[in-house]
C-alpha cells in the first residue's frame, strides 16, 4: 500500500448506529487530518493531529470524536448521526518541520450516507 | 484568517493555456499559497505552491506579485484530463489555519 488509505470507501448508517472510519498513511508523515466535504461547500477542517498534539474546529459536533493511536493511523468515530452528516471524509496527511511549508496527502475518502 | 476568493468556473478548451486567479487580500507575512486539484469523490491532488514570486514545476505555474494580495496558478496546453476543480489554499506555519476556498470547476473542452 502507499499512500493514504482510507477504509470503508463507502458507508451507510442509521441516525441510531456508531460506526467507525480508518485512515493509514505510509508515507512516514507526522501529522494527520480529517476533513469534511460536503455537496457544493469547500473542504471544512475538522481535526488535525501533528507532532502528537490536536488541533480541532470548534464547530465540529460531539458526535464527531477523532483517535489517532500513533502517527500512522488516524480514526473517526461516529455516533447518533445527523443525515447532514453525510458527506465525503477525506483524511490526509503531511510531513510538519518547524518553520517550514508542507503539502498535505490526502486518501481517496469515505462516501458516508446517513440515513 | 485569511479568506481567498476564486472564479466559480471557467471553460477552455485542449491545448490553450489556462490562468486562475485567486484574491487573497488579507493574507499575513508568514502565509503561503498552495493549489490543490481534485476530481469527483476523490480527495485533493497537491499542484504546486510558493511564497513570492515565480514557481514553475512539470505541472503548472505559480505567480505571485509583490503585494501578495493574490496568486495565479497558469496550466500550460490543457488537456481533457485537467477537467477538475481547483483549490487555492492560505496557509500558515500552524496546521489552525487551512481554509480552502470553494474552488474553481475547470471545464475543458475538446
Known amino acids: 500500500e502507499t499512500g493514504v488509505t482510507q477504509t470503508p470507501r463507502h458507508l451507510v448508517m442509521g441516525m441510531t448506529n456508531k460506526k467507525s472510519l480508518k485512515c493509514e498513511q505510509h508515507?512516514?508523515?507526522?501529522?494527520m487530518y480529517w476533513y469534511k466535504q460536503s455537496a457544493k461547500k469547500p473542504l471544512e477542517l475538522m481535526f488535525v493531529?501533528?507532532?502528537?498534539?490536536?488541533?480541532e474546529n470548534n464547530s465540529v459536533p460531539s458526535r464527531f470524536s477523532p483517535e489517532c493511536p500513533n502517527s500512522s493511523h488516524l480514526f473517526l468515530h461516529l455516533h447518533t448521526l445527523q443525515p447532514e452528516d453525510s458527506a465525503l471524509y477525506l483524511c490526509a496527511s503531511s510531513q510538519q518541520l518547524a518553520g517550514d511549508m508542507y503539502e498535505q496527502y490526502f486518501g481517496p475518502g469515505t462516501r458516508l450516507t446517513v440515513t | 484568517l485569511a479568506k481567498t476568493t476564486q472564479p466559480i468556473s471557467m471553460d477552455s478548451y485542449e491545448g490553450q493555456e489556462v490562468n486562475i486567479t485567486c484574491s487573497h487580500n488579507?493574507?499575513?507575512?508568514?502565509?503561503?499559497i498552495t493549489w490543490y486539484q481534485q476530481f469527483p469523490s476523490q480527495g485533493p491532488r497537491f499542484i504546486i505552491q510558493?511564497?513570492?514570486t515565480k514557481v514553475t514545476n512539470e505541472v503548472a505555474s505559480l505567480f505571485i506579485p509583490a503585494d501578495r494580495k493574490s496568486s495565479t496558478l497558469s496550466l500550460p496546453r490543457v488537456s481533457l484530463s485537467d477537467t477538475a476543480v481547483y483549490y487555492c489554499l492560505v496557509q500558515g506555519l500552524g496546521t489552525d489555519k487551512l481554509i480552502f476556498g470553494t474552488g474553481t470547476r475547470l471545464q475543458v473542452f475538446p
Open positions: 508515507l512516514g508523515h507526522n501529522a
Open positions: 488579507n493574507i499575513a507575512t508568514n502565509d503561503y
Open positions: 510558493g511564497y513570492k
Open positions: 493531529y501533528s507532532l502528537e498534539e490536536r488541533v
